[in-house]
């Protein structure tokens, strides 16, 4: 079983930078693309960002394209979400996502996990 654990939300001003960090344990980091969601109040989740499980292609969302940074440190079994001038618009609940396809005799399935979240507030 897989246990995520986000930290580094927090209330902070428009403009301002924000890194957020999910620690990975349970399994092997190495084997699981990553990912980070949101979710405002009203919306649905929504993807933010996702990292290939060696780190070496990422996507990002086009609202937040050349403000985010996500990258990975398989050694520490960390993911990490560096998001740069934050607006109102970015306050939400960012989720941790762990995701591999296990490809098995009968077929495909999604071995997945979710923390908790961690809240990220943005003043205007």
């Known amino acids: 079983q897989v246990q995520l654990v986000e930290s580094g939300g927090g209330l902070v001003q428009a403009g301002d930078s924000l890194r957020l960090s999910c620690a990975f344990s349970?399994?092997?980091?190495?084997?699981?693309?990553m990912g980070w969601f949101r979710q405002a109040p009203g919306k649905e989740r929504e993807l933010v960002a996702e990292v290939t499980s060696a780190g070496l292609s990422t996507i990002y969302t086009d609202s937040m394209k050349g403000r985010l940074t996500i990258s990975r440190d398989n050694a520490k079994n960390t993911l990490f979400l560096q998001m740069r001038s934050l607006s109102p618009e970015d306050s939400a609940v960012y989720y941790c996502?762990?995701?591999?396809?296990?490809?098995?005799?009968?077929?495909?399935?999604?071995?997945?996990?979710w923390g908790q979240g961690t809240q990220v507030t943005v003043s205007s």
């Open positions: 996502n762990a995701l591999r396809v296990i490809t098995t005799t009968q077929g495909e399935h999604n071995d997945e996990y």
């Open positions: 349970g399994r092997s980091f190495s084997s699981y693309a």
